[in-house]
Structures are given as structure tokens and as C-alpha cells.
């Protein structure tokens, strides 16, 4: 099969590149035009699993430096490990399970969008392997939706990654109410979002707008069209971090007589996370309701120096908040509920720049990824194959 994948290692030699002092950069990954093998799938599987033909994927900036991409084991004498962990395809193949006696939920021809998990090979070649449990059919396009059909896709492969890390940070680790309790019963929530421009930033706020909450936003002024339309402004508020009186999170809280939120999802870390969650003038509990949570997606607590970690514990303890960080996990399930928002208009992925890139160029691809640093404008896309 035809693959983008990093250098291999000859049997008995240790990898080139290791976790976490050896990356490799975007420009070790290699193009096997032909005969690069097959994927293996699992020996023995409680759950059934699938060969996928893949047609398209998303590039995920520093997925080339992860732990699980650099493992020992993902090196062989023709490769190591392929990037691109999310996919929408085709089944090819049903691989029935070892003890399962369930009728597999897809057959072969159905098309379907999933996150695979870190620990296989990614979406970047002719075929992966993905379990039942990270698959969903691809919601189709609606008849109401002017784009074209490979635009349509082409958004849609942008999202399982994003779009589920923002749903477990808003719903499964964040706590709050999923749109199907009545609104009249549930009291309206006010989620604060960090780097809402961003490619986990944009669908968290999509989908925190779809639950009925509302929304603090923060994005820089050159980012703000693509947030702005999703906002109500008589109920949210966008905090551009990049204005010139802006100095930080906790100031323009009071500055703007902003009300205390139920949940932070946090898509920036660093100090940004830190200024905020070490306030004491304004008190963080002014900032964030007691009993609240604040969901990091970029690194756990310890990360920071001893002083500054012992001191964030503190004070959220003393405000009665609660910081956790998690890593996304696959879930067809959960792409079944983000495919319906889809279906509604209520959750869109964003494509980066005018280009989907073809698999042979697919080096290039993850050199823009990588260039673009930390900035808004969607993820980009590798095209590998037409249905
Ligand atoms: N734990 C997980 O499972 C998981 C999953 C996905 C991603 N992540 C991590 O989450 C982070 C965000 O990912 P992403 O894909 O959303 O990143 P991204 O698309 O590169 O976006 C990051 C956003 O950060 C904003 N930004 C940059 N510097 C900022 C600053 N000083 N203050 C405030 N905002 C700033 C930019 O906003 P503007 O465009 O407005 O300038 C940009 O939109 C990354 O660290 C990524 O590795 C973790």
C-alpha cells in the first residue's frame, strides 16, 4: 500500500528517534509510493475490528513528538510509525472478534468517520485498522448545504480529534449537561474557553453554544471573525488577549463585570492558565463558581515550577475549584452525537488554507502544520485516496 510514515530501523538497531529527547521534525516523515505492508490487525480482539480504506485525514501539530508515536515497538526494518490519527473511509474488510458473539455494527462499503488510537499506526496510507468503539457512520451532507460533497468530507475529517477532545472537556470531565435534559429544568451554564480560535477552541465553543450555555471566549483580534459569528452578544463575551489594555484573564473579568463561570476549558496552558488560576485580587471563586472545574487540555498542574504548582493547589483548594488535565480518548458513540450536530449546522469543521494536500505531498502537509505554531484557521487536511 502506498504510506507517509517515519524511517524505519533495521532489525536489531535502536529507533533514530525517541521520546522525549529525540523528535523526529516533518521533514523525516517518507513517502512509500507502493508495497508498503498492510496493516496487522490485533491477533485476538474482544471487540471487532475493521480494514479501512482511507480517504482522508488531519494532521495534528507535535503528533510526530508523542509517546506513543515514538514507542520502540511502532519502529520496523520498513517504517516506523504513520501519522494522521483522524479518518474518514470506507470499510474494506470486517475482522471478526475473538470472543464477541455481537453482529458487527458495519459492514463492507459503509462509510465512516473515527479517531483512532495513538497506540496504531494513523490514517496517513492506503489502510488503518480501527476498533467498532472508535467508529460512526459519516454523518451524509444535508440537501440544505451548498458546499460540495468533497468539501463536506473534507470538513469532517478535521474533527474526531478536535471536535471529541472539546465534547470529553465539556461533557464527560467537565460535567455539564448534555442538550438532551430539558432546558427549563436546567439552569443556564457559563463556560469560560482559552484559545477559543484554536482547532480544539472553535469546536468547544460550537458545541458549548449547541448545549444552550454561555460562553467568555478569549482569541486575538487577527482570530475574532471565526468566533464572533458563533457568539450571541447579549449573552457572551469575547476577551481579545492581544488588546492593547488587555494585561490579564482575572482584570478583564472585573473590568467587564463579567459573572462567574461554571466550567474553564483550557486550550492554552502556561501563563495564561496560571495568572488566572493563581488570583487572589480578584478572588479566583469571583472568577469561577466553588465547585467548578477547570478542564486543561495542554499539560497537568505538575508541569509548572514545584512553587507555582503548590500555589495554583492552593489556591484553587481554598476556592473550592477543582483542575484536571485528560487526553482525548476515541469514541464512535460520542461521533455519533457530534455527526447529528453536524447534520444541524451546529458543529463545522475548518479546513487550514485553501490547499488539501494529496498523500505523496504529505511531508509538506505536516511542514505546515508544524510552521503554522500555535495559531487558529482550522487543521489541515491529506487527501489519500477518492471514494
Ligand atoms: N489533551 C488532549 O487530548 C489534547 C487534544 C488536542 C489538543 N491538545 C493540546 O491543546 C492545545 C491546543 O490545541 P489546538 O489544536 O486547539 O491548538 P491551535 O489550533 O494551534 O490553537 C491554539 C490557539 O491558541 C491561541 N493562542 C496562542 N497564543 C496564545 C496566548 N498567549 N494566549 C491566548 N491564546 C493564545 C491562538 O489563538 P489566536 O488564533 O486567537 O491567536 C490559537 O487559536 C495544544 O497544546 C495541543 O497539543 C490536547
Redesign the pocket.
Known sequence: MRALHLPGVPSGQKPLFSFPDKPPSPSHLTYTAADYPLPNPPASSSEHTYQIRNLLTALT??ELTWEEILAPACFHPHGGAIPGHDVVGMIEKVIPASTSHADPKFKQGDKIWALLDFDRDGAAATYAIAKESELSLAPKKPESEEISDEEWYERLATLP??GL?AYQALFTHGNLPLPTTSPSTTPQKRVLI??A?????LPTVQLAKAAGFSVVA???A??SHAIQPLLNPSTDTLID?TAADYTSLPSSFHALALTSVDLVVD???GE?LSSLLLTTTPPLSSIINPGSKVIT??APIKVYRPTISAQITSNCANAGVDVKF???KPSGDELDVLGRWVREGKLKGHVHGARVFDLEHGREAMEVTEARG???GGKVVVRIARE
Not at 480560535?197 to 477552541?201: D, I, Y
Open positions: 501539530r507535535g480529534l478536535s477532545t482559552l484559545g480560535a484554536g482547532s480544539v477552541g478569549t482569541a486575538s487577527s482570530s488577549y486550550c492554552i496552558g495564561t487540555i495542554v485528560f487526553i482525548v500555535r495559531k487558529g
